[in-house]
């Protein structure tokens, strides 16, 4: 698609003709820009012109990897480049008229590659195309001589019916402007949707940050207690073999001579043990005779002798405390 820009250079606005080759893929492929001068204007080759007319600026090398990039955006870059870097100069022919009228801006002879699109509505993105120029008050007055660039003019008339009228300029203005505020909408709601997961992922990435720093102090004081654990076992580790190696170093001790008793005390241990051992056998015997193991007779002679022998055993042990005074 081919239109002209407004620039405006020291006081004086000139609409600068260009043209832009899009690729079907767009914006997947970023689009190329070219600077589309009349037959009286010649290309200034500058850092962001080259000597074939294609506009080079670091916006397009990475216009497709910012999805903010658009057309509306580069162009007010152009405008701001092309006011103080002069994309083209008039070149004065010998037999150019007074007039000050100039051809219809052409397209540059360049190859049209089979991707691109091309689109020839005057109004498609909102530009003014480049036959359209904004109305002068003096058409005969010529150009400033304080500046090299051109007038686009239109070559079939430079009276005053051959200008815009100033209602149809307006109009494609209002046009631009609602394109340009449908298109800021478009981002603006395209970048809170963007803020808003952003806001929400950060938000989670606080509460994880939250988890694994509370995890962290859990695991250290763990930690800490694991330690002091270790160390605590060390030492009673430590405790323990001492000891072990202190009671190595001694001799054995007879459990006889742990309890050092007299003779007196020694008889009373004896006679109480046999006595229990005789209420034993008293208990065993009674148990054989109910589950018919012994006969009666042989249950009443053992009985007869245990008891009488249990008897004797109590009074001796009656004797031997009276006699230590354990009563």
Do not use: C
């Amino acid at each position: 698609m081919t239109g002209v820009i407004p620039v405006t250079y020291r006081n004086v606005t000139y609409n600068i003709p260009i043209g832009i080759w899009v690729m079907y893929d767009y914006p997947a492929s970023p689009p190329d820009f070219f600077v589309m001068p009349t037959e009286n204007m010649k290309i200034v080759v500058g850092k962001h012109v080259t000597a074939d007319g294609k506009i080079v600026h670091p916006y397009l090398d990475t216009f497709n990897s910012i999805p903010q990039n658009s057309l509306i955006e580069f162009i007010s870059i152009l405008r701001k480049i092309f006011s103080t870097e002069t994309p083209v100069v008039e070149v004065k022919h010998a037999a150019a008229s007074q007039s000050y009228s100039m051809p219809q801006p052409v397209s540059m002879p360049m190859p049209r590659p089979n991707n691109y699109m091309y689109n020839n509505n005057p109004t498609n993105n909102g530009y003014m195309p480049y036959n359209n120029y904004p109305y002068q008050q003096n058409v005969n007055q010529p150009p400033p001589p304080s500046t090299s660039m051109s007038y686009p003019m239109n070559n079939a008339s430079t009276n005053r019916n051959s200008l815009p009228r100033p209602d149809a300029k307006i109009g494609v203005l209002n046009e631009a402007r609602e394109k340009i505020t449908k298109d800021i909408e478009i981002i603006n709601k395209e970048l809170k949707d963007q803020i808003d997961i952003l806001l929400s992922d950060n938000r989670k990435l606080s509460e994880n940050e939250q988890k694994i720093s509370n995890s962290i102090r859990l695991f250290e004081e763990e930690m800490l207690k694991v330690k002091g654990n270790i160390t605590l076992f060390q030492d009673k580790n430590k405790e323990l073999s001492d000891k072990i190696e202190q009671l190595k170093s001694k001799q054995e001790v007879n459990p006889d001579e742990i309890l050092k008793l007299t003779p007196l005390m020694n008889q009373l241990v004896e006679v109480v043990a046999d006595e229990s051992a005789i209420e034993d056998m008293i208990y065993y015997l009674g148990k054989a005779l109910i589950s018919e193991q012994i006969d009666l007779n042989y249950y009443l002679k053992h009985i007869r002798a245990l008891s009488r022998e249990q008897f004797l055993k109590k009074v001796l042990i009656k004797k031997i405390r009276a006699q230590a005074q354990l009563i």
